[in-house]
């Protein structure tokens, strides 16, 4: 599991990005089990996920309406597979707006490159 934290800060908001290999929905699940283990993550606003598996798309928006989808399009374009990738978000008291899709779109990539070889 590898855990970036405090990436991005907007308004107050902070963001956190996570992931690691995963194949099922019932992984996810003990994935999000395990980050939840850390008292920082379980009270985190949301931790959205999208995953990748060979039975198709998975993704839980946890409150943040459309972060999941968003997720999953950019695990697509780059055809991840059996990899989760949560973005957390910890409220900062002011609406984003539509920042918060620019925001999860950031998180992943910043994600995306740590992986990178």
């Given at each position: 599991?590898?855990?970036?934290?405090?990436?991005?800060?907007?308004?107050?908001?902070?963001?956190?990005?996570?992931?690691?290999?995963?194949?099922?929905?019932?992984?996810?699940?003990?994935?999000?089990?395990?980050?939840?283990?850390?008292k920082k993550?379980?009270?985190?606003?949301h931790?959205t996920?999208?995953?990748?598996?060979?039975?198709?798309?998975?993704?839980n928006?946890?409150?943040?309406?459309?972060?999941g989808?968003?997720?999953?399009?950019?695990?697509?374009?780059?055809?991840?597979q059996?990899?989760?990738?949560?973005?957390?978000?910890?409220?900062?008291?002011?609406?984003?707006?539509?920042?918060?899709?620019?925001?999860?779109q950031?998180?992943?990539?910043?994600?995306?490159?740590?992986?990178?070889?």
């Open positions: 599991m590898l855990v970036l934290e405090n990436i991005i800060t907007d308004r107050g908001s902070k963001y956190a990005v996570s992931g690691g290999p995963c194949n099922s929905a019932d992984d996810a699940r003990d994935f999000i089990a395990t980050l939840k283990r850390r993550f379980a009270k985190a606003t931790n996920w999208g995953l990748l598996t060979d039975d198709g798309p998975i993704k928006d946890d409150g943040e309406a459309g972060a989808m968003v997720i999953l399009r950019m695990l697509e374009r780059d055809d991840i059996n990899h989760i990738i949560v973005v957390t978000r910890w409220y900062g008291g002011k609406p984003l707006g539509g920042d918060r899709f620019r925001h999860v950031e998180a992943v990539r910043i994600y995306l490159e740590r992986q990178s070889p």
